[in-house]
């Protein structure tokens, strides 16, 4: 069990003590450094394991790829193992409701990349997906000279 700690404020002669139950305080001074000490546990941990794993912020992308649909869905759910343990090690909440799988693909079919679930839960694959402003879309298809 972790130790809690108390916060206390003081302004204009009025003073206050909370318990933190965990977290970083969201815009505080050290939180985004708190967070890069975190977070860099996780994406030396796999990438050590051979996932290709990125992050801006809070933002996580894990890049799996190969030939075969059953083989990338096998890297994914590994990957999303890895994660979650991660997570719990750590005391720390995944939003699943934030959490999108979009294969990456100019095959029809991606049925074979499925099922993955997270924390017990199945994740639904998305047809597109926004990461820091811009938008990636499933289908590769090349730019045509028009949109150039």
Known sequence: ????????????????????????LQGGVLSPLLWNLVIDRLLMITNVLGFSTFSYADKIVIIVQGKFA??????????????????????????????????????RNTEGLGPLTLCGKELTMLDDVKY????????????????N
């Open 1 to 24: 069990m972790r130790e809690s700690k108390l916060v206390h404020t003081s302004i204009m002669g009025s003073s206050l003590t909370a318990k933190v139950v965990g977290g970083c």
């Open 132 to 147: 820091l402003g811009v938008t990636f879309q499933t289908q590769l298809e090349p730019a045509s000279a028009e949109n």
């Open 70 to 107: 059953h083989t990338v869905r096998d890297i994914t759910q590994e990957a999303l193992n890895v994660v979650v343990k991660w997570a719990v090690k750590e005391g720390l909440n995944i939003s699943l409701h934030k959490t999108a799988i979009v294969p990456f693909t100019n095959r």
